[in-house]
Protein backbone atom coordinates (compact mmCIF):
# COMPACT_ATOMS: atom_id res chain seq x y z
CA UNK A 1 0.00 0.00 0.00
CA UNK A 2 1.04 3.53 -0.86
CA UNK A 3 2.04 5.67 2.06
CA UNK A 4 -0.60 8.81 1.93
CA UNK A 5 0.38 12.87 2.38
CA UNK A 6 -1.84 14.66 4.04
CA UNK A 7 -1.72 18.54 3.30
CA UNK A 8 -1.50 20.77 6.26
CA UNK A 9 -4.89 22.71 7.38
CA UNK A 10 -4.60 25.74 6.24
CA UNK A 11 -6.44 28.16 8.43
CA UNK A 12 -9.62 29.60 6.64
CA UNK A 13 -12.31 32.36 7.70
CA UNK A 14 -15.57 32.79 5.76
CA UNK A 15 -17.30 36.42 6.37
CA UNK A 16 -20.83 37.68 5.24
CA UNK A 17 -20.13 40.71 3.02
CA UNK A 18 -20.86 43.56 6.32
CA UNK A 19 -19.08 46.48 7.70
CA UNK A 20 -17.41 43.99 9.81
CA UNK A 21 -15.83 42.04 7.63
CA UNK A 22 -12.38 43.98 8.12
CA UNK A 23 -12.16 43.81 11.26
CA UNK A 24 -12.53 40.15 11.71
CA UNK A 25 -10.01 39.40 9.38
CA UNK A 26 -7.60 41.87 11.00
CA UNK A 27 -8.18 39.86 13.96
CA UNK A 28 -8.08 36.47 12.35
CA UNK A 29 -4.60 37.43 11.05
CA UNK A 30 -3.32 39.11 14.44
CA UNK A 31 -4.47 35.58 16.21
CA UNK A 32 -2.65 33.37 13.42
CA UNK A 33 0.78 35.56 13.77
CA UNK A 34 0.74 34.95 17.56
CA UNK A 35 0.19 31.57 16.93
CA UNK A 36 3.02 31.38 14.56
CA UNK A 37 5.04 33.46 16.98
CA UNK A 38 5.82 36.33 13.92
CA UNK A 39 5.94 39.50 16.48
CA UNK A 40 4.74 42.20 13.88
CA UNK A 41 1.73 41.82 12.43
CA UNK A 42 0.85 45.44 11.60
CA UNK A 43 1.84 45.24 7.70
CA UNK A 44 -0.34 41.55 7.56
CA UNK A 45 -3.19 43.55 9.02
CA UNK A 46 -3.42 46.37 7.19
CA UNK A 47 -3.07 44.56 4.19
CA UNK A 48 -5.67 41.82 4.85
CA UNK A 49 -8.24 44.85 5.75
CA UNK A 50 -7.65 46.32 2.28
CA UNK A 51 -8.01 43.15 0.04
CA UNK A 52 -11.08 42.20 2.39
CA UNK A 53 -12.51 45.94 1.81
CA UNK A 54 -11.73 45.76 -1.84
CA UNK A 55 -13.79 42.18 -1.75
CA UNK A 56 -16.26 44.27 0.42
CA UNK A 57 -16.89 46.95 -2.27
CA UNK A 58 -16.25 45.67 -5.65
CA UNK A 59 -17.10 41.63 -5.31
CA UNK A 60 -19.86 39.32 -4.43
CA UNK A 61 -20.58 36.71 -2.28
CA UNK A 62 -19.39 35.58 0.69
CA UNK A 63 -15.62 36.69 1.49
CA UNK A 64 -12.97 33.92 1.74
CA UNK A 65 -9.88 34.89 3.91
CA UNK A 66 -7.03 32.29 3.87
CA UNK A 67 -3.48 32.32 5.60
CA UNK A 68 -0.79 30.01 4.99
CA UNK A 69 3.75 30.58 5.21
CA UNK A 70 5.06 30.01 1.25
CA UNK A 71 6.83 26.75 1.30
CA UNK A 72 9.93 28.18 -0.25
CA UNK A 73 10.52 31.19 2.37
CA UNK A 74 8.45 31.00 5.15
CA UNK A 75 6.62 34.84 4.59
CA UNK A 76 2.77 34.61 5.37
CA UNK A 77 0.49 34.42 2.50
CA UNK A 78 -3.07 36.58 2.66
CA UNK A 79 -5.78 35.22 0.36
CA UNK A 80 -8.96 36.83 -0.09
CA UNK A 81 -11.37 35.53 -2.17
CA UNK A 82 -14.69 36.74 -3.80
CA UNK A 83 -17.36 35.85 -6.17
CA UNK A 84 -17.00 39.11 -8.12
CA UNK A 85 -15.66 39.19 -11.52
CA UNK A 86 -13.39 42.42 -11.82
CA UNK A 87 -9.95 42.39 -10.98
CA UNK A 88 -8.46 44.88 -8.72
CA UNK A 89 -6.16 47.05 -10.34
CA UNK A 90 -3.88 50.34 -8.12
CA UNK A 91 -5.27 53.38 -9.24
CA UNK A 92 -3.48 56.40 -10.41
CA UNK A 93 -2.79 58.94 -7.58
CA UNK A 94 -5.32 61.14 -7.09
CA UNK A 95 -4.98 63.67 -3.86
CA UNK A 96 -8.59 64.75 -4.02
CA UNK A 97 -10.27 61.55 -3.30
CA UNK A 98 -11.26 60.01 -0.10
CA UNK A 99 -10.76 56.33 -1.29
CA UNK A 100 -8.93 54.10 -3.43
CA UNK A 101 -5.61 54.04 -2.06
CA UNK A 102 -5.78 50.34 -0.82
CA UNK A 103 -4.28 47.98 -3.29
CA UNK A 104 -1.17 50.80 -3.45
CA UNK A 105 -0.89 50.67 -0.09
CA UNK A 106 -0.80 46.61 -0.45
CA UNK A 107 1.46 47.13 -3.00
CA UNK A 108 3.66 49.15 -0.57
CA UNK A 109 3.64 47.13 2.15
CA UNK A 110 3.57 43.39 0.61
CA UNK A 111 6.58 41.40 -1.02
CA UNK A 112 4.26 40.92 -4.24
CA UNK A 113 0.66 40.75 -4.80
CA UNK A 114 -1.40 39.38 -7.37
CA UNK A 115 -4.93 38.15 -8.47
CA UNK A 116 -6.41 35.14 -10.38
CA UNK A 117 -9.29 33.97 -11.24
CA UNK A 118 -11.38 31.07 -9.85
CA UNK A 119 -12.65 28.09 -11.68
CA UNK A 120 -15.73 28.12 -9.89
CA UNK A 121 -16.03 32.08 -10.41
CA UNK A 122 -14.97 35.04 -9.06
CA UNK A 123 -11.16 35.76 -7.73
CA UNK A 124 -8.25 35.58 -5.42
CA UNK A 125 -5.84 38.43 -4.99
CA UNK A 126 -3.26 37.72 -2.53
CA UNK A 127 -0.19 38.99 -0.77
CA UNK A 128 3.08 37.93 0.48
CA UNK A 129 3.98 39.49 3.63
Same mark, same amino acid.
Given at each position: MAPTA /? @? +? $? /? +??? /?? $???? =?? +? @? %? @? =? #? *??? @?? *?RAWEIADDSDARVVVSELVTNALLHGEGPIVVRLFRDEGDGRPVIEVWDGGTGRPAVQPEDHTATGGRGLHLVSQLA /? $???? #??? %???GKVTWARC
Open positions: /V @A +P $E /V +PTL /VL $EPSG =RA +P @A %L @A =R #R *FVG @AW *F /V $EWGT #RPL %LEG
